[in-house]
């Protein structure tokens, strides 16, 4: 498998998170991403939007959008920890449905990975 260049994504060694982020911010790709296919918050529906609304050039977002499409395991593996990690807190239960009037408090030590 060959390693794709990113003009404006790259990773961020000090994230929990092992998905690529905007380069120089602390905005994942699948954020961007979100707001574009789930359209959340519901204003949002074109790149264009998003850009604008979060300051970013819209090659950025495009970027994002397309990583997140191309389905990376790293994006894959930070949701399957992200997941654990709210079943572990009581948020989620076993099926993966939000549990109501839980509080995300306090929420489970991880050690970071060096």
Known sequence: MTQHEWKWLEPHPQSYYKQ?????TRIRAEVLYGM???GDP???????????DM?????????AIAYCEADP???????RREEEDLKAMGVMDAEGNYIRGSLPYPPPERPRKQ
């Open 36 to 38: 574009f296919a789930d």
């Open 73 to 79: 395991l790293e994006v894959r593996d930070d949701r």
């Open 20 to 24: 690529l982020f905007v380069k120089g």
């Open 55 to 63: 300051n970013l050039p819209l090659e950025a977002v495009r970027e």
């Open 42 to 52: 519901p204003e949002y529906s074109t790149p264009e939007e998003i850009a604008a």
